[in-house]
């Protein structure tokens, strides 16, 4: 049944074809007045999420860092509505940055979760993650030193924390402390990770897969930093996307070995 706006109080909130309204003094009549994106944020709580579905696997793809309120496509191309705005995905240089917060935009991280559940039946102890990559810079040159550049680790117990990845060269050679990360023909390899969790019976990841910082260390004496043990872990590989370069991730792996225990 249709509303007469007249009726209404000024400042009533409008539901029009998806979108909202308020309604505002007019002469002779009241109107409605589309709310901007700022004064949506004054009356709503956006606690939305995107997720992708895959038709090959049949399967729920990825999660995604944009909520759009509609998405629609063409052959080649991919475009996303936010409430006042039109983005053309996938754009040269724009790589995980979305929609505008005033005048800038935000670059997101990507990252890949792979499990790591080798006879999953036995308990393992994980010394090495090992990984395939290619970076290309924007003119299709290849980055031969570059790839990924956050690694986080996580079981049923323990979590890594993020770790900024740093590889090693000549220059920072001498001192172990100075680099985490090496590069063997062509294989990327970190094998400096360790358990930094505080107590193992509080979440150190939310249901929105970010890191619970509040219950990480990083300044753990050595000695309680513990090594991987489980049944399974879960590395993440992470890019931020600051370079805007395009990162190819091939393929993973991790060493491993039974626990003695």
Known sequence: MATNINSLAVGTLVLNNGQYYKVIAGSPFK?????TQAELNTFFEDNSWTLSYSLDTQS????????????????????????????????LNKYAKYYYSGSSQTVYASYIDAVFNVESDKTKLFSTINWISKTQNS??????????????????????GNI????????NEANISNYNMFNKEGTWSVNKFRDVV?????????????????????SLPWYNKKRFVDKFIISRFSFDNVSQNSLYLYDVSANMRLSAR
């Open 164 to 171: 900024d990845l740093v590889l090693k060269t000549s220059s």
């Open 31 to 35: 109107q409605l007045q589309l709310l």
């Open 198 to 218: 505080i107590n193992p019976d509080n979440s150190f990841i939310d249901s929105d897969l970010n890191l619970v910082t509040t219950n990480l260390n990083s």
């Open 139 to 160: 003119s299709g040159g290849s980055l031969h030193q570059s790839t990924i550049t956050d690694l986080m680790i996580y079981n049923t117990y323990q979590c890594s």
């Open 60 to 91: 729920w793809a990825s999660y995604h860092d944009y909520t759009p309120y509609g998405m629609v496509n063409t052959r080649n191309l991919l475009y996303s509505f936010n409430y006042d705005e039109i983005y053309k995905h996938n754009i």
